[in-house]
């Protein structure tokens, strides 16, 4: 699998949780401000090697989905292209 192909199917499955996770917001199973909070807190303790890459851009890219926070593009939407526009 070449890196691009990779990458757009991580970044797939980092959308299909904010898709569960707002479906069910939706029909009032959770309250996806946990999910925040919960995203928050791993971004907290996230730790120094994975800061600036693509897990903490996930990270935030979900915990701003969550708090309904959609000012431009994410990070991790940034961090995808620029990645792209390398290879």
Do not use: Y
């Not at 928050?40 to 926070?69: I, S, T, Y």
């Amino acid at each position: 699998m070449n890196e691009p192909t990779l990458v757009e199917t991580l970044a797939g499955l980092a959308a299909a949780n904010i898709v569960i996770i707002e479906t069910l917001h939706e029909h009032d199973v959770i309250d996806k401000t946990h999910f925040a909070h919960a995203f928050g807190r791993a971004l907290d303790g996230l730790a120094a090697e994975h800061r600036g890459g693509m897990v903490e851009h996930v990270l935030r890219n979900l915990r701003d989905r969550c708090m309904n926070l959609r000012a431009g593009d994410s990070d991790a939407q940034e961090w995808l292209r620029n990645l792209l526009e390398r290879t």
